[in-house]
T-cell receptor, first 114, second 112 residues
């Protein structure tokens, strides 16, 4: 199984809603990532988790709250988002015990904030 | 991680080889060249990586110049399904992270 599964695929939420994005992998990877991709732009890193601990936060606003409850699961909790937060949110995973490695990406959640 | 420069777009006829260039003139000795691609509305997909030798896998070939300041990704027989944005990324080894800095990439359009 070399898949990273993200749910839901699409999400529409109001600015006062609270919602969560979910990401799951069963490849035994101990590093997981959230990226944000605006239309016609490249993906931008948001968060990195290593061994279930947050290791990098790229100065992301607090309305985005990541969580890694176990080694297979990564969540992104959303609260009080703005319309400009509408984007494709990508999850990725990779091993941490190799010199050179590749990242495996999910298909993303397309988020629309209204 | 070193900065990369890629042409914004390229065209290729179906069945022909697609050669995608990338400049990385500030690459340092322990940095690898990675290529990913992103088909419309999907997540990025790893293609290949290399340090200084040419590399080939089932998807593509990677040619790195002797001075390592540039590289070329070759898709030997492009198909319509290869239409995508191709990202060249230079990244140090030893971190084993998927902490990738994506540039603007090259939009490759494969025509029938």
């Amino acid at each position: 199984d070399t898949e990273v599964t993200q749910t839901p695929k699409h999400l529409v939420m109001g600015m006062t809603n609270k919602k969560s994005l979910k990401c799951e992998q069963h490849m035994g990877h101990r590093a997981m990532y959230w990226y944000k991709q605006k239309a016609k732009k490249p993906p931008e890193l948001m968060f990195v988790y290593s061994y279930e601990k947050l290791s990098i936060n790229e100065s992301v606003p607090s309305r985005f709250s990541p969580e890694c409850p176990n080694s297979s699961l990564l969540n992104l909790h959303l609260h009080a988002l703005q319309p400009e937060d509408s984007a494709l949110y990508l999850c990725a995973s990779s091993p941490v015990d190799r010199e050179v490695t590749e990242a495996f990406f999910g298909q993303g959640t397309r988020l629309t904030v209204v | 991680d070193a900065k990369t420069t890629q042409p914004p777009s390229m065209d290729c006829a179906e069945g022909r080889a697609a050669n995608l260039p990338c400049n990385h003139s500030t690459i340092s000795g322990n940095e690898y060249v990675y290529w990913y691609r992103q088909i419309h509305s999907q997540g990025p997909q790893y293609i290949i990586h290399g340090l200084k030798n040419n590399e080939t896998n089932e998807m593509a070939s990677l040619i790195i110049t002797e001075d390592r300041k540039s590289s070329t990704l070759i898709l030997p027989h492009a198909t319509l399904r290869d239409t995508a944005v191709y990202y060249c990324i230079v990244k140090g080894g030893g971190t084993s992270y998927g902490k990738l800095t994506f540039g603007q990439g090259t939009i490759l359009t494969v025509h029938p």
